[in-house]
């Protein structure tokens, strides 16, 4: 099932204050809450930005992916297991997660595509192509 990429029409995270930024180191921003981020790796090609988190144990139907002003948000919630269990070591995090990736340059949200194989969720955004605009001279 393809993950719909929507766009967020209520202004950007500092408007509506969901997102409360911590700090903002290069391309991946931090936010202040109970909310855990995921290992999360941006790239570039020829024709568009790639975003890849490593979250096993999903199914592509968890993930929420908006794009709000320049940043690309991916969120949602990786259930921990209803039986009680005396941990000696605990690393793998469960609950609510966000990642939250600034975006360079303008993409085509109508070509995003994303997909969760193999412990990844990976999505794909087209760069917009510049227009040629003709003037003319009257």
């Not at 209520?10 to 921003?29: A, N």
């Not at 002003?69 to 921990?80: A, E, K, Q, Y």
């Not at 600034?102 to 995003?112: G, K, R």
């Amino acid at each position: 099932m393809p993950i719909k990429i929507r766009k967020d029409k209520k202004g950007s995270e500092s408007d509506t204050g969901r997102y409360p930024v911590k700090q903002s180191v290069g391309w991946q921003m931090h936010v202040r809450s109970k909310v855990w981020s995921p290992p999360t790796d941006m790239y570039e090609t020829d024709d568009a930005y790639i975003v890849r988190l490593e979250i096993a144990g999903m199914n592509e139907a968890d993930f929420t992916v908006s794009v709000e002003g320049n940043f690309l948000i991916i969120s949602g919630n990786r259930p921990d297991v209803q039986e009680r269990r005396a941990y000696h070591q605990m690393e793998i995090r469960c609950g609510k997660f966000t990642s939250a990736v600034s975006l360079p340059n303008p993409v085509d949200l109508e070509n995003a595509s994303a997909e969760y194989e193999d412990g990844f969720f990976v999505v794909c955004l087209p760069k917009l192509k510049p227009r040629n605009v003709e003037i003319q001279e009257e």
